[in-house]
T-cell receptor
Framework: AQSVTQPDIHITVSEGASLELRCNYSYGATPYLFWYVQSPGQGLQLLLK??????LVQGIKGFEAEFKRSQSSFNLRKPSVHWSDAAEYFCAVGPNSGGYQKVTFGTGTKLQVIP | DTGVSQDPRHKITKRGQNVTFRCDPISEHNRLYWYRQTLGQGPEFLTY????????KSRLLSDRFSAERPKGSFSTLEIQRTEQGDSAMYLC?????????????FGEGSRLTVL
């Protein structure tokens, strides 16, 4: 069964500092990988996705993530955090073949940004 | 593209009552998902439709829960004889067919409080 682990429940960074949110997945083959962001009172929004090809993917709002097959990881990064980035971030994994299509989410990492 | 809409946004009910939530997906999306999210957790898969066919139900979904998508457009999620443990945010998402099926577009959710 597919699963996602986000080891950090809560992270605090200073505005302007760099950010890395960790994600490890378990899946039998090469998965589709996603990062979603959820701001208070808002629905989840897709930040970026990895399907295949270049293992470094760029997303919206200046975020990027790197797929590392050897480490089963898909960590999210941003070089300089803005106060508006404060939100909860979810890593997700989905199957990369046709048919059954269930996306499994991690438990999330809540990001706090301090001045 | 008006996005995924859910109704009602908030529902407060007494234990034992029935509640129904509605989801209107993005019009060209043939896949529709229901997730449940509780505080401090990531979205938890409940069920999934492709067009009007319900292709999977989570084992976590008791027989008090039923979902329909009668014409392959909007969907309803009904909870019968609600219990306090049903209190959660119920999220609807839709997506395009594979290979982009894992890219989910979420509504803002329907928050259920069972007293």
């Amino acid at each position: 069964a597919q699963s996602v682990t986000q080891p950090d429940i809560h992270i605090t960074v200073s505005e302007g500092a760099s950010l890395e949110l960790r994600c490890n997945y378990s899946y039998g083959a090469t998965p589709y990988l996603f990062w979603y962001v959820q701001s208070p009172g808002q629905g989840l929004q897709l930040l970026l996705k990895y399907f295949s090809g270049d293992t470094l993917v760029q997303g919206i709002k200046g975020f990027e993530a790197e797929f590392k097959r050897s480490q089963s990881s898909f960590n999210l990064r941003k070089p300089s955090v803005h106060w508006s980035d404060a939100a909860e971030y979810f890593c997700a994994v989905g199957p990369n073949s046709g048919g059954y299509q269930k996306v499994t989410f991690g438990t999330g990492t809540k990001l706090q940004v301090i001045p | 593209d008006t996005g995924v809409s859910q109704d009602p946004r908030h529902k407060i009910t007494k234990r034992g009552q029935n509640v129904t939530f509605r989801c209107d997906p993005i019009s060209e999306h043939n896949r529709l998902y229901w997730y449940r999210q509780t505080l401090g957790q990531g979205p938890e898969f409940l069920t999934y439709f492709q067009n009007e066919a319900q292709l999977e139900k989570s084992r976590l979904l008791s027989d008090r829960f039923s979902a329909e998508r009668p014409k392959g457009s909007f969907s309803t999620l009904e909870i019968q004889r609600t219990e306090q443990g049903d209190s959660a945010m119920y999220l609807c998402a839709s997506s395009l067919p594979d290979p982009k099926a894992g890219e989910l577009f979420f509504g803002e959710g329907s928050r259920l409080t069972v007293l």
